[in-house]
């Protein structure tokens, strides 16, 4: 039973069907954006396409349950035909090879076989033979039958290649997995001179608090002569424990990454109005004094004529302003309330106000605040990923081009040891036709110089 599972686990035809399947599943995750916001893929899909993607789990694959799974099976299935396989290389590269006799029986179907007599005494074709087939690894002489037998070996350790390959998988599909159980895609907007050390996850707006603050010091679009934008770049700041630590302008294809976490330039806009314009004369001195008061609503301001206070209050009830300064205050005493006056052809009310010297008037005037959108994301190990592919594609080549060359010769005496009967078996790991076509000219260059 055990022998039968070990051979399910570690088969190839498991391998492949792995291999496939979370490529498919790669592929879904590349044609649907993962991780977006709820909204966004409610914009972008009906609510019954909606549904079926999120209930199949397509809107974030990389973090679903048989991705994981898929991925920790394919791990197995390596390491488990690694063990079955190992031990068999070990005794190809390290010994104890196989005797002449053993391979002759064997007849195996890449062998090629090639026999030849010399004059020669074996003592001088085995130098000349020794180069051409790489490095003799054993040698068994036995004087008794005039008998020789050597066996070289090329390329040998390059059968250890195909498990660094299988490692590098295993190191991709770990920096894979811990990327998306450590690592976050989160958005959050920051108003121009404000400052935010919290993001939210795009999956299900999850606040994230990061390990320092950034601070969004301008934002400003560039435009081509003929209007269109050309450039969305936002200043922003590093800050920890209160110091700057760098400034960098970040736009489109170019972010700021700083330990780990990168920081991408996804939107702009501007916040709705949050302060109205409030302007403060002295009707007796109109030029002595004139000023505008950005209010917001729910905090007192002094007019700094007499000593006068006002409040910005909002008001819901149906045909009024949203906003409109509402009281005026001396020694926290309600003294006055505004008026609304209605001007034909003038869309923005004329607000006014009078105590003794002192005059408001509303401004259609709004304090607005632009903001950046940025996309912040943390991939701490994108370079185990990286790293891992690197160690695959090293491995793949010396795998695909180093064939591990196997050659056994015997020199036999012949007619009372006047001539020498030599025999040559090679395989090769992988057959391949150059192997062939090298093996055919060694076998003519050693005629050549027996002849």
Request: one cysteine or more; a positive charge; aromatic letters at 16%.
């Amino acid at each position: 039973m055990l022998s039968k599972l070990n051979k399910f686990i570690s088969s190839v035809k498991l391998a492949v069907f792995l291999f496939i399947t979370i490529a498919v599943l790669a592929m879904i995750g590349t044609f649907i954006n993962q991780g977006d916001t709820i909204k966004q893929y409610k914009t972008i899909f009906s609510p019954t396409v909606y549904h079926v993607l999120y209930w199949l789990g397509f809107l974030n694959i990389y973090d679903s349950w048989y991705f994981i799974a898929f991925s920790l099976l394919l791990m197995v299935n390596l390491i488990a035909a690694s063990i079955n396989m190992f031990p068999r290389t070990i005794k190809a590269v390290f010994g104890p090879y196989p005797s002449f006799k053993e391979v002759t029986e064997n007849k195996n179907n890449k062998a090629i076989y090639e026999a030849i007599e010399t004059k020669k005494r074996p003592e001088e074709i085995k130098e000349i033979i020794g180069k051409k087939f790489g490095a003799l690894l054993d040698q068994k002489i036995n004087e008794n039958k005039d008998e020789t037998k050597l066996y070289y070996s090329k390329n040998s350790i390059f059968r250890f290649s195909p498990y660094i390959a299988h490692i590098s998988a295993i190191i991709i599909i770990i920096g894979v997995l811990l990327n998306f159980k450590y690592g976050f895609r989160s958005y959050t907007n920051i108003k121009v001179g404000g400052k935010t050390n919290v993001t939210y996850l795009l999956k299900n707006n999850k606040p994230i608090k990061l390990p320092f603050t950034i601070r969004l010091d301008r934002y400003r679009t560039t435009y081509y002569p003929d209007g269109i934008p050309k450039a969305y770049i936002s200043t922003v700041s590093i800050i920890q424990e209160h110091i700057r630590i760098l400034t960098k302008n970040i736009e489109v294809n170019h972010p700021l990454t700083y330990k780990g976490i990168t920081i991408y330039q996804a939107s702009y806009g501007h916040y709705k109005p949050d302060k109205y314009g409030i302007l403060v004369v002295n009707l007796l001195h109109i030029n002595s004094f004139k000023k505008i008061i950005y209010a917001s609503t729910g905090k007192f301001y002094n007019s700094k004529i007499n000593n006068i206070k006002f409040m910005l209050t909002r008001v819901l009830r149906k045909g009024k302003m949203s906003y409109f300064p509402y009281i005026i205050k001396l020694n926290n005493k309600k003294i006055l309330n505004f008026r609304i006056i209605r001007v034909k052809n003038q869309n923005f009310p004329l607000i006014i106000a009078r105590y003794k010297n002192i005059g408001f008037i509303m401004t259609p005037q709004l304090k607005t605040y632009y903001y950046s959108g940025v996309e912040i994301t943390k991939n701490t190990y994108v370079s185990v990923v990286w790293i891992g592919c690197i160690i695959l594609v090293i491995s793949l080549f010396f795998s695909f081009f180093f064939n591990h060359e196997e050659t056994w010769i015997s020199f036999t005496g012949i007619n009372d040891a006047k001539k020498t009967k030599i025999e040559i078996i090679s395989i090769p790991k992988k057959k391949f036709n150059s192997f062939y076509k090298k093996f055919d000219k060694k076998i003519s260059k050693i005629k050549k110089f027996l002849s």
